[in-house]
């Protein structure tokens, strides 16, 4: 077994390689190759799926339940603002600079370096399953997704991105709503047909003010905000067509399901999902590995960003080094030290429930 410096020393490495290679959304193939190469190397067996890599602790026991520990190997493009090289990590002082360094290169590596502590001992309670996944930042179908057949029944996960180590108990769901009001076109000097922008209003009014009944000890109420409308052709036509979308950022209160039958109940105008696999995600207080982070000093709270726990169907719990507020920014960075730390607590909040 290794030490958490060796491990905190060989993960920083594996960061530097990731930073150092291009690993956009659905072009990811490259990074998917050096975390293989690092698993070969550490004599860890592992699978690959498109550019998903997993692996399972040595001594697997299908009897147990399993714990699986996930984060993305994909970034989004740097933006205009960098000043430095995204793709050359630098170390300044006790910065770590790159692109995909803080989302979510501190917890891809820290979690494997957890899976790596754990990976040889016998008589866990616990399988551990480590997956390195693909297109998270697009939510796309290539990611997680793709492989949840192959992972094995899961009891609960762990998602890495940056939480500032605090423990992430439930995640707002996404879920973008095309609407259309329906009029009749007619000329307007003769107040013909009937003005569907004026239907259009009485909805997105509805959208304004409605709020849901329950709603979630974490987060409150649902938000609903029209973001986009579209109406008319030229100044003298009454409009036979409005849309208009509605951004919605669904709780843990209702699905994603229940919130679009609800607002298809209430409004005239056509309501129509772009998708509902964005869901809301929590875990209970009471699960044993929300009680340990708690025991460990760690403080709970609800995440507004969403990851790929929207796409897992078990109860999971977002944490990793980092802060979520340098995701995207330009010049991202990542502080060693908050990797040191994510990795040991990683470890002693895996620890409380494995033995």
Known sequence: MQSIQTLTKESILLLQSLICIPSFSKEEDKTALEISRFLRESQIAYQRKGNNIWCHNRFFDPDKPTILLNSHHDTVKPNSGYTRDPFLSTIEEDKLYGLGSNDAGGSLVSLLAAFRYFNDKKDLKYNLCYAATAEEEISGRNGIESIFDDLGELDFAIVGEPTLMQLAIAERGLMVIDCEATGKAGHAARNEGENAIYKAIEDINWFRTFRF?????????????????????????????????????????????????????????????????????????????VKAGIALGHETYGSPTTSDQALLNIPSLKLGPGDSARSHMADEYIYIHEIEEGIKFYIQILDSILH
Do not use: W
């Open 213 to 289: 009944p329950k709603e979630s000890t974490v987060f409150g109420p649902i938000s609903m905000n029209v973001t986009i409308i579209e109406a008319g052709s030229q100044h003298n036509v009454i409009p036979a067509s409005c849309k208009f979308t509605v951004d919605i950022r669904v709780t843990d209160a209702y699905s994603n399901e229940e919130v679009l039958e609800i607002i298809q109940r209430h409004i005239k105008s056509q309501a129509i999902a772009r998708s509902t696999r964005l869901k809301p995600s929590s875990i209970s207080l009471s699960h044993p590995i």
